[in-house]
């Protein structure tokens, strides 16, 4: 399929020097706790629906999770939170992503990163975004068909997906409105139909942990989404 084609193609980009380091030498050294694991040290590739009316965009894999098991925010803190609201939502099949094989799906939906390798300190720099950007396009242009919602995790996930949208053939509003939780734009797909962005802070460590994110405020988010798709 195209999106075989896309996932077989990105699986081996090295564009990034500093990312392509990282995310080996994190595979290599690893975390006591994984030491008996194989890192998967890649590039993740989108995952969920083939055909999703929501895609969620988060930022880039953790070091110790997606980087260490190939499905994006799988084994990490931020992947537990994200999946316990989209399974309260019903967006999830099951409460918790640990690994691929664990019987976990999505619903409807489909989440891509918006650098596709793990980066130092979970900070990719805006030239790797740029970078990774047209492995956003082509995913949102593959998804293109059915979508109605897409969610933007974080600023950074909100930054990236203007131009990814631009490049699959959205039609965006101009000014580019801000980020902010609950922020919601009208955006008009290549096929003509409406398609809402919504934002929503990052379920970070430490945005979890500060407060600044709590479930109410994911499943909100998530609601809307799923009443969006409905319509
Ligand atoms: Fe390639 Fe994206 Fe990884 Fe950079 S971050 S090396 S563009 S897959």
Redesign the pocket.
Known sequence: SDLGALVAA?SV????PR??EWREEVATVKRRAFAQETYWGR?IAGWGDERPQVLIVGL?PAAHGGNRTGRIFTGDRSGDWLFASLYRTGLAAQETSVRAGDGQRLIGARMVAA???APPANK?EPA?RA??SP?LAREIALASAGLRVVVALGGFAWQAVWPALRDAGYTLPRPRPPFGHGAEVEIVSPEGAAVRLLGCYHPSQQNTFTGRVTERMLDDVFTRANVLRGL
């Open positions: 990105q980009c090295r564009a990034c990312l392509v590039p880039a650098v596709r390798c990719p790797e970078a990774c492995w």
